[in-house]
């Protein structure tokens, strides 16, 4: 299931949906399996949605992350790490950045390059 809806709250360039689910896990051993990734990406696939971010408490299995990894574009993994810096206020360092392209290729030999000076 979907546990948040977000979208951008001023007219962006690119508008999106975006769904959310959080995963808890009571025993921090536990981890997020492939089995809740592919049911958390075939549910944002078939709504309209863009894009899919899935957050647990713990981590993530490494089945789990290859199973993100395969629908990228659709699927983000965020985990007990993330949420530390997201309550630390830390949306800025390197590791926020970690899936944002170098540049975006527009056109055959044409290439957007995407500033990163503001990463701590």
Known sequence: GIDIVAWP???PMFPFL??????H??????????????????????LPFQAGLLVTNTTFTPDA??????RA???RLRDFEDLRRWIMGEFLDEAEWR????YI?????KK??????NVR
Not at 18 to 23: D, G, I, Y
Not at 99 to 102: A, G, S, V
Not at 112 to 117: F, M, T, Y
């Open 73 to 75: 574009h659709l699927v």
């Open 99 to 102: 899936e944002i392209p170098d």
């Open 18 to 23: 975006l769904a959310v689910q959080a995963k």
């Open 65 to 70: 992350k290859w199973a993100a990894s395969n």
């Open 25 to 46: 896990h009571s025993n921090t051993r536990i981890k997020t399996g492939p089995r809740e990734v592919r049911e958390f990406r075939d549910v944002v696939e078939h």
């Open 9 to 11: 709250e001023q007219d």
């Open 112 to 117: 957007l390059w995407i500033p990163r000076k």
């Open 105 to 109: 290729e527009y056109a055959p030999g």
